[in-house]
């Protein structure tokens, strides 16, 4: 049986920056009677935790450089690394691709730096309207015809299908199957007493590091899917 069960957020449990339902929350709550859970996410902690409303659960963010815990109620960060990132590389290489791959409409910014030093690509900006998002490329299809050239575009760098319409920059330590292995190796856990639920396993997707490392995994192909999905867990 397994004994640490870790998820991934948007796509996995909810829509894209969403609150999670009544009902998926529920579905956390039983397999927290019978598993360690773990949120492992390309986003920030706080922001993870309360998409998830504040469901108490340990939390890897930022692709491993960011934890927290819940302890007696309180929501606190443990780990917060970061590095620096050359903005001007990053703005010049991704406008020469938007005139490249014709994707020279966008709202807001061009480019997303975090705090932690990952970089986002938003093909439709950073101030794009949500419902646009959502519907600019639900299967992945137009990211995934355009990955090896973003990729290759960031030789010295992860480049992951991100969210609904983005991709994520980090840099080659960080992905999640870095962020597993180091919560196991920290907590006494073996890998293969792990198991990972998410929605994107394919080349370039965010969770690919998971299949490529060998963990055992789920796929959800819907958020609305979740518990079907984890049924056979409960």
Not at 129 to 145: G, N, T
């Amino acid at each position: 049986m397994k004994k640490l069960i870790a998820f991934d957020l948007d796509g996995t449990l909810s829509q894209h920056k969403t609150p999670i339902n009544d009902v998926n929350r529920g579905v956390l709550t039983e397999l927290s009677k019978k598993y360690r859970l773990l949120m492992l996410g390309a986003g920030a902690c706080r922001r993870i935790y309360d998409q998830l409303r504040q469901f108490p659960i340990d939390i890897v963010g930022s692709y491993g450089m960011q934890q927290s815990v819940v302890t007696d109620g309180r929501f606190i960060v443990v780990r917060d690394e970061s590095y620096t990132v050359d903005h001007e590389y990053f703005n010049t290489t991704v406008a020469s691709l938007r005139k490249k791959l014709s994707l020279n409409f966008y709202y807001g910014d061009s480019v997303e730096f975090h705090a932690s030093g990952l970089v986002t690509f938003p093909i439709l900006g950073t101030a794009a309207p949500l419902s646009e998002k959502l519907a600019y490329d639900p299967d992945r299809s137009k990211r995934r015809a355009m990955y090896n050239t973003v990729k290759n575009a960031f030789p010295d760098f992860n480049v992951f299908i991100g969210g609904s319409s983005s991709y994520d920059i980090s840099k080659k330590q960080f992905n999640k199957f870095f962020a597993l292995k180091r919560y196991c190796d920290e907590n006494s856990i073996a890998l293969s007493d792990a198991l990972f639920v998410g929605d994107d396993f394919g080349d370039g997707g965010n969770d690919s590091a998971i299949r490529l490392g060998g963990v055992d995994y789920v796929e959800v192909e819907c958020y609305e899917h979740f518990p079907d999905k984890v049924a056979f867990l409960l």
